[in-house]
């Protein structure tokens, strides 16, 4: 008995998977899948001919890369030598954690921006806390710098705290003697507080 006869896109199709080249749909609802790889378990993989590549996998996902970084004639692995590399020459990285934690874990983690212009900025946003903690100094530097605390701002320390400045002013904006000790009104200090912070401060 002859065998029947496979389209000669279809690499390999069994009961534990398949591996599909080409128009995978009629002509008429063709969706531009050219590569299709399925296996059991609910693995998927499919790629399209605008470039596009999607991949599902319904359990754990994991990688493990640079055990031959030292190998051969490399007796030795740098400590910035690259194990793993995600380049993306447009468009945007995203990673999402839909039901769970994303957790960045190294023997140091260095994070920069190179935009220019408008860009090049450094953006934590958080419904909750955000809570920094260091063995040794914690350092914030910039060519402006505003804290704002919308009920208050709590500076605690068991030795000395310095406040080291060509100028210092004390005052509480909100006391009806705020205009003449300051030579400004409320409105003229709500306005220049809100230039210098972003806009980020509002009479409540």
């Given at each position: ?14 009961p ?26 609910g ?113 605690s ?48």
């Amino acid at each position: 008995m002859s065998k029947v006869f496979q389209p000669d896109h279809i690499v390999t199709e069994n009961p534990h998977g398949a591996i599909v080249y080409g128009p995978i749909t009629p002509e008429d609802s063709d969706d531009g899948t050219r590569y299709l790889h399925t296996s059991t378990g609910g693995h998927i993989t499919w790629s399209n001919k605008n470039g596009n590549t999607t991949t599902i996998t319904p359990g754990q996902n994991s990688e493990i890369c640079g055990r031959g970084l030292v190998k051969g004639e490399n007796t030795d692995a740098t400590s910035e030598s690259v194990a793993k590399a995600i380049t993306a020459r447009q468009g945007d990285i995203v990673i999402t954690a839909e039901q769970g934690n994303i957790k960045l874990k190294a023997k140091n983690i260095w994070i920069e921006t190179s935009g220019s212009g408008s860009a090049g900025n450094f953006h934590v946003n958080s419904n909750g806390h955000i809570n920094l903690n260091a063995g040794e100094k914690v350092t914030v530097s910039g060519t402006k710098l505003c804290m704002i605390g919308k009920e208050n701002i709590a500076l605690s320390s068991d030795g000395f705290i310095n406040a080291i400045s060509e100028g210092f002013n004390h005052s509480a904006p909100f006391s009806p003697l705020f205009g003449l000790f300051q030579n400004m009104s409320m409105q003229t200090f709500i306005a220049l507080a809100s230039s210098e912070c972003g806009g980020g401060l509002k009479i409540l």
